[in-house]
């Protein structure tokens, strides 16, 4: 009987040596290793996941992700500058549709918008209805002119316009395969400010909110149709509060977005 107990202290001791070794020089078991690197693998992976999805220090941007462009038609003008100024102090960017006439007149301030990183597009020379959309002729000389006209003054080449009144109802397939041809890419929105034809700040700050709102359940990005307008240099404070409060990016168009373009039959974008 002594025998066997002697027999089985021996085992209990033999079998408990690695673990006596492993604990006085700390060299793991290759299962303790094997469950150590799956149990970090596993843990980065989630945390990594939470970190996004959870964690309210985590950027708003980078949890949602989302785009705004805000346009500007008509200028440059007199109000433009204090749109600039506007912008910068938000840090937002925008994209400004420009007459030619205007940018003639005011060349100093073309040049400030691109140098605080806006974006420029061309919106045509006589920014009339019956004239523009006359024939594919007039429109794309119109493009052409006043394209001319920013490179001239900045060495600057940009393929964006955005059509006089926007592109319902007036442009025609001819007109637009036309200027599509000559490789001008053509924007219209998908929020209207109506800042063109209502002078009360309130308003138009929440004809943007209201459509805006809208457009997310659509899936489009947002793109808002605004003016130099002193109506829009008011209201434009509050707005930039309310997008950054909201998450937005606030960015300037890019040759490589997919522009927001009506469907020629109805005021609804085709994208």
């Known amino acids: ?71 500007f038609d008509d200028g440059p003008n007199g109000y433009t500058q204090d749109i600039l100024n506007i912008l910068q102090s938000k840090n937002a960017h925008a994209t400004f549709f420009l007459i030619k006439g205007n ?56 393929p964006l316009i955005r059509v006089p009144f926007g592109s319902f109802p007036h442009l025609t397939n001819d007109i637009k395969n036309g200027l599509e041809n000559e490789n001008f890419i053509y924007w219209d929105w998908n929020i209207d400010s109506e800042d063109w034809t209502n002078n009360n700040p309130g308003q138009v700050y929440t004809n943007i909110v209201k459509q805006l709102n809208l457009t997310e359940k659509k899936g489009y990005i947002p793109t808002v149709l605004l003016h130099d307008k002193q109506v829009t240099v008011e209201m434009l404070p509050k707005l930039l509060d309310y997008l950054n409060e909201k998450g937005y990016k606030i960015k300037s168009i890019t040759n490589a977005n997919k522009p927001v373009q009506f469907n020629l039959h109805t005021s609804e974008p085709a994208s």
Do not use: W
């Open 103 to 158: 940018i003639d007149k005011h060349p100093t301030l073309l040049k400030e918008i691109i140098k605080k990183g806006n974006a420029v597009g061309c919106h045509s020379v006589s920014h009339r209805v019956d004239v523009f959309y006359s024939s594919p002729k007039v429109a794309i000389n119109e493009m052409k002119v006043c394209q001319r006209a920013i490179y001239d003054q900045t060495r600057f080449h940009t």
């Open 1 to 71: 009987m002594k025998h066997y107990l002697k027999t089985f202290a021996l085992l209990i001791v033999i079998s408990s040596l690695p673990i006596i070794f492993s604990n006085i020089f700390n060299f793991p078991s290759f299962k303790a290793q094997s469950d150590g690197l799956k149990g970090k693998e596993g843990s980065h992976f989630i945390s990594s996941i939470e970190k996004k999805q959870l964690s309210p220090s985590f950027p708003v941007d980078e949890q949602i992700n989302k785009v705004i462009y805000l346009t």
